[in-house]
Nanobody, 119 residues
Framework: QVQLVESGGGLVQPGGSLRLSCAAS????????MDWYRQAPGKRRELVAV???????DYTDSVKGRFTISRDNAKNTVYLQMNSLKPEDTAVYYC?????????????WGQGTQVTVSS
């Protein structure tokens, strides 16, 4: 069992920066692929960034060059550094952990943190 707690959201002006954190409890954090998703009002939840257990990363096109995902396995924490924020980045951001073995996929979600980009 993994519990995820996000923090770092808030209100920021366009062009500003925020860093989201996701602290994981439980064992074996390093084996999980960690993702950040977001959901804006009236829209579907979308994958923003992913970091594999071995550290490779990928991003949705709209955030490439602006967002950076990273992880610190010693602290059981994954981060999302968000720069050059735009109003369209406004959403609830969710942390997600996933691990699959031959028998089962383990998937856990955080409660979400609100990011609002507005002047």
């Amino acid at each position: 069992q993994v519990q995820l707690v996000e923090s770092g959201g808030g209100l920021v002006q366009p062009g500003g920066s925020l860093r989201l954190s996701c602290a994981a409890s439980g064992s074996a954090f390093s084996i999980y692929a960690m993702d950040w998703y977001r959901q804006a009002p009236g829209k579907r939840r979308e994958l923003v960034a992913v970091i594999a257990s071995r550290g490779s990363t990928d991003y949705t096109d709209s955030v490439k060059g602006r967002f950076t995902i990273s992880r610190d396995n010693a602290k059981n924490t994954v981060y999302l550094q968000m720069n050059s924020l735009k109003p369209e980045d406004t959403a609830v951001y969710y942390c997600h952990a996933q691990y699959s073995d031959p028998l089962k996929t383990y998937s856990y979600w955080g409660q979400g943190t609100q990011v609002t980009v507005s002047s």
